[in-house]
């Protein structure tokens, strides 16, 4: 099964950027549809975005315009590129394939400040 590290979580102001990435092994990263979750202490796992082995993405609703998922098959890594953050995205991010299968990762922290 996947082994899921993801990184690059931190703390940052309203309006600003992050990008967070996650190393994937275990599973042929490149014949694999990919995804980025996110949850809060009050709500159950959300799905932000998706990404086919092709490349071709979806967004909720609520991140579209803001977030750009993307993945590099060399490096068997995913990448969530994130702008014009708000209180609201703060939340552990974690990536996982799509559907979800099997262990998740410890995620990354973002803390969105107003």
């Known amino acids: 099964q996947a082994q899921l590290v993801e990184s690059g979580g931190g703390l940052v102001q309203a309006g600003g950027s992050l990008t967070v990435s996650c190393k994937v092994s275990g599973v042929s990263f490149w014949l694999s549809a990919m995804a980025w979750y996110r949850q809060t202490p009050r709500n159950e796992r959300e799905l932000v975005a998706t990404?086919?082995?092709?490349?071709?993405?979806t967004y909720v609703d609520s991140v579209k315009g803001r977030f750009t998922i993307s993945r590099d098959n060399a490096r068997t890594t995913l990448y969530l590129k994130m702008n014009s953050l708000n209180a609201e995205d703060t939340a552990v991010y974690y990536c996982?394939?799509?559907?979800?299968?099997?262990?998740w990762g410890q995620g990354t922290q973002v803390t969105v400040s107003s």
């Open positions: 990404i086919t082995r092709f490349g071709g993405t």
């Open positions: 996982n394939l799509s559907p979800p299968a099997g262990s």
